[in-house]
């Protein structure tokens, strides 16, 4: 545990010995590249360098360029041109037949405005004003110009449904605008290069010495401009570190979240039930002394994370066909009060048709989709006999009433837990909630994953064990899948870049284009494949299989950027010795190195693509739905979930952005390697993706993407530290370049320093501490949990599918508790069908206009102060202080009194919480 504490807190001291690695490896490449075989030789390579230059070859060359690859382009031009005829004529078809529906058909306008309705309710809840946290809010429609302006003007802080992920991603977007800002304008074309280009080597010739001094005074001007570009650079980076954990840190004060109010504990067997957990951890912290602590040990619930890997088709149904009960219940609901009557507006039979079922319905439908048998022999109903004998995985979350953040409290009911086995022989260990609920992945709550089960193989003879658990098995077999087919990959393209470019130093641009397109479709098989070998490791927290796919992804995609540089420089023949040659030479090589860097990545541009294409197929998917439903013999109600279903946005896949400013910040500082105009301009390329991708993105992430709750805490950390490689690769161009000015000491000592600096640095920031401990009050110490419910649609119960199948059936009795809302089971862009929240959520879909109408927070507010002025008001947020204050006022759902605050004792000595929880206390991927 120590070792790997260790190693991760070293992690961007190793990306930078990354990053500098790569660059010797490409210094390396580079020198070996120059000119060393006879004279003669490297004569005719000079002369082949001044006439390709010089264009006094262009006719015959261009003649040839354009008999050889005339057939070819005609083959490429007319592939692409008869794909898009398809898919002209594929939309122009579903087009038509949509119009033709919708004219004709009123039961497909119901369904085409109950999935528009439900796409809308997906996306994410923005707030009208900063102070404004929930009850005046919108929801963006897509085609919404309005819409489209509020976000475009957005201050991303304000949204806080989605954490503080869109907010930490924005500022790494700043950074790299500014890097990219900084490299165009600070390494600009050299002076001495535009001298030598006005005296025209193509009319005259240059001396020896006169050449020399040119290219050593042009590298030492380049090592110059790249050394102050590093250090400031460096400098820009820190600060970005320090903003990002202060952002952190002032969100974790200002937002009361759940997982300050929950420990994650191991150790249970698979028999613990959930009663006989709750009567240990009450027995067990009668010892817990709360004399000096601000904190009571009180427990409103545990949510087990069960086993159910061989049941998971029937539990997806059972949530699936409760959903289709509560949406049916909701919009019978809906239909009698806009009815004075009570009755449907609909005849008779399609309001039958949305009545609710019961659970023995729900049951039986489950296990007819499921492909299980309705009953077993002994006439018990097997969906509840399933449901009873799943068993408990061994991890537990508990709930607690009053926020547990503080590293004291884990210590000292970890040791109460420790005096007190349960059943005296389980240990129980705990760990704090990295994440929010909707974060939890409980399909990998398997016992066989993390059991360290010892299997036989033979190797090299030998007769051996290993000992690893399941879930190290799956992690081996991913990496070595990625591994396999990367290598793979890496040898066609070996083979198609020897047949393309081993032809001859200037290939024929059509075939460079097939190739650059081969690198970009192989770079979209990788993302896939990263994708899928993710989902088959297992693990617990979505954060963690993000920090996976954004490492991979990013690795092998770099690694596919490095091989083509590596092969392109290798296979465009020998640099010539004259300096003023080497320089023409590497200008051109400058070019189709940018060119082809640049257009291997264009999935990157044309990623907002994906979701354009994602709502045309969801659609495409509800008019067939429409027209086969009475082919299938699909209810009404099921049709309806199913068109819903299909139009649901997808989420949005920060982990991938990331990525792209990695790859995209390490690349650009690969061209800096090799002097040329194209590799200045590459800046210049890189600041109009990130403006275009600035607002892009926050119009995919709020009017294209399902409303999420994923903070990124641990992604942001590992962005920051994957950022370091792209430094290190610029501090080893600054050595490179010091080398071919002929002073390689001095910059070698100079970035040496400024790195070690660097480096000793980011460490200090990142390990650094919050000072938000039991010495230092946070204002929702005193806010219960139960009230902290009522602000958000998810909760640790209702997200647990077991958990609320088992309540819901009857499997498990349900403590009755005012002001619980967890009778529904939750689901990403299904929020609206949570009961009980603080404010209508539907109050989301109001028009603007009508937001007058409303009664403002801040009136909220004045009247609540007056009732409950919150004891820490002076230096509190306003926004949510307010809602709890508004709260414990007028708690509409039940009758009972507002919950007392604890007593306020003195404070004890302050302890840290520090901001990298995996470094402090352990966490490892076990999670």
Request: glycine share 6%.
């Amino acid at each position: 545990m120590e070792c790997y504490q260790y190693l991760r807190r070293c992690a961007h001291a190793g990306w930078f010995s990354l990053g500098m690695g790569l660059a010797v490896l490409i210094s390396w490449i580079l020198g070996r590249r120059e000119c060393t075989s006879a004279r003669t030789k490297c004569l005719l390579q000079e002369e082949l360098v001044r006439n390709h230059t010089c264009m006094q070859n262009k006719t015959a060359m261009f003649r040839s360029a354009v008999a050889s690859s005339t057939t070819l382009s005609t083959v490429v031009y007319a592939i692409g041109g008869g794909v898009v005829g398809l898919i002209a004529i594929v939309l122009i078809v579903g087009l038509a037949l949509h119009l033709q529906e919708r004219w004709h058909s009123a039961s497909y306008k119901r369904l085409i405005s109950s999935a528009l309705m439900h796409q809308t309710r997906c996306h994410a809840s923005v707030p009208e004003k900063r102070r404004n946290w929930k009850p005046l809010r919108w929801q963006a429609h897509i085609f919404s110009c309005s819409a489209l302006r509020k976000i475009c003007f957005l201050d991303l802080d304000m949204v806080n449904i989605t954490g503080v992920g869109l907010t930490l991603y924005r500022s790494t977007m700043v950074l790299f605008l500014g890097t990219a800002v900084l490299c165009r304008i600070g390494n600009g074309v050299s002076a001495k290069f535009l001298t030598y280009i006005e005296k025209d080597w193509c009319q005259r010739e240059f001396s020896s010495a006169e050449a020399t001094s040119i290219w050593v005074e042009l590298a030492e001007e380049r090592a110059l401009a790249l050394m102050r570009l590093y250090i400031v650079i460096s400098l820009l980076h820190l600060y970005h570190l320090y903003r990002q954990g202060a952002r952190r840190d002032e969100f974790d004060r200002t937002h009361a979240e759940m997982s300050d109010y929950a420990f994650m504990a191991f150790g249970f067997p698979q028999t613990a039930t959930q009663s006989s957990i709750v009567e240990y951890l009450k027995h067990s912290l009668r010892s817990l002394k709360v004399e000096d602590m601000h904190w009571r040990p009180d427990i409103i619930g545990v949510s087990i994370g069960y086993d159910f890997r061989d049941q998971s088709k029937l539990i997806e149904h059972l949530v699936e066909e409760h959903l289709i009960d509560v949406a049916a219940r909701r919009s019978l609901s809906e239909t009698s009060d806009s009815d004075e009557s009570g009755s449907c507006h609909s005849s008779g039979s399609e309001c039958s048709a949305i009545l609710p079922a019961s659970l023995e319905q729900q049951r039986a439908t489950a296990l007819e989709l499921a492909g299980l048998a309705p009953e077993s022999s002994d006439g018990v109903d097997h969906a509840l006999e399933v449901l009873r004998s799943i068993p408990n995985s061994g991890a537990v979350i508990i709930v607690w009433k009053w926020p547990c953040e503080a590293v004291e409290i884990l210590q000292r009911v970890q040791q109460c837990l420790h005096e007190n086995k349960f059943e005296e022989k389980h240990s129980i260990n705990l760990r704090p909630m990295p994440c929010e609920p909707p974060s939890i992945i409980w399909t990998n709550f398997a016992t066989h994953l993390f059991e360290p089960i010892g299997s036989a193989f033979t190797l090299c003879g030998l007769r051996m064990k290993c000992f690893l658990i399941v879930r190290q098995r799956k992690m081996l077999a991913a990496n070595a899948l990625i591994v396999s087919a990367f290598v793979l990959m890496l040898v066609l393209y070996y083979l198609l870049y020897k047949l393309v470019y081993g032809k001859g130093q200037y290939p024929e641009q059509i075939l460079t284009t097939i190739v650059t397109c081969c690198c970009a479709v192989g770079n979209i098989l990788l993302n896939q494949l990263v994708w899928f070998a993710s989902q088959q490791v297992g693990y617990r927290v979505k954060t963690h299989t993000d920090t996976f796919v954004l490492t991979w992804y990013a690795v092998v995609v770099l690694t596919n950027m490095c091989f083509n540089f590596f092969v392109i420089c290798w296979t465009t023949g020998p640099v010539p010795q004259e300096p003023l040659a080497a320089i023409q030479f590497e200008s051109a090589l400058a070019s189709r190195l940018v060119a082809f860097l640049r257009g291997s990545l264009i999935s990157y541009a044309i990623w907002p693509l994906y979701y354009l294409f994602y709502w045309l197929k969801g659609f495409v998917q509800v008019l067939y739905l429409h027209l086969s439903q009475d082919r299938s013999g699909l209810t009404q109600t099921r049709c309806k979930w199913m068109a819903e279903s299909a139009a649901e946005p997808p989420e949005w896949y920060m982990q991938y952005d990331y990525a792209g400013i990695v790859v995209l910040e390490a690349t650009s500082f690969m061209c800096l390697f090799i002097f040329g105009f194209d590799s200045w301009r590459v800046f210049t390329w890189d600041v109009m993706w990130v403006c275009g991708m600035y607002f892009l993105n926050k119009y995919i992430y709020l009017g294209l993407s399902k409303e999420t709750f994923y903070t990124s805490r641990n992604l942001d950390t590992s962005a920051l530290e994957m950022m370091t490689l792209s430094l290190g690769i610029l501090g080893g161009c600054v050595c490179h370049w010091g080398f071919r000015a002929g002073q390689p000491v001095m910059f070698i000592l100079a970035v040496a320093i400024i790195s070690l600096l660097y480096l000793w640095a980011f460490d200090r920031i990142l390990s650094n501490p919050s000072h938000k401990g039991l010495g230092e009050r946070v204002w929702y110490d005193d806010l219960p949990y139960e009230q902290l419910e009522r602000m958000y649609s998810f909760n640790w119960f209702n997200v647990n599918p077991v958990h609320m199948m088992r309540i819901l059936h009857g499997v498990d009795q349900r403590e009755q508790r005012s002001g619980f809302h967890q009778q529904v089971v939750w689901q990403h862009g299904r929020g609206y069908l949570q009961p009980d929240l603080c404010f209508d959520y539907d109050g989301a879909l109001r028009d603007p206009a009508e937001s007058a109408e409303v009664e403002s927070v801040e009136d909220i507010s004045a009247a609540s102060m007056l009732v409950d002025p919150p004891r820490n008001a002076g230096r509190l947020d306003l926004t949510m202080v307010d809602l709890a204050t508004h709260l414990r006022m007028s708690n509409t759902s039940d009758a009972s009194p507002p919950l007392p605050a604890p007593a306020v004792p003195p404070p004890p000595p302050t302890s840290t919480w520090s901001p990298s929880l995996e470094s402090n206390l352990g966490i490892v991927n076990s999670i």
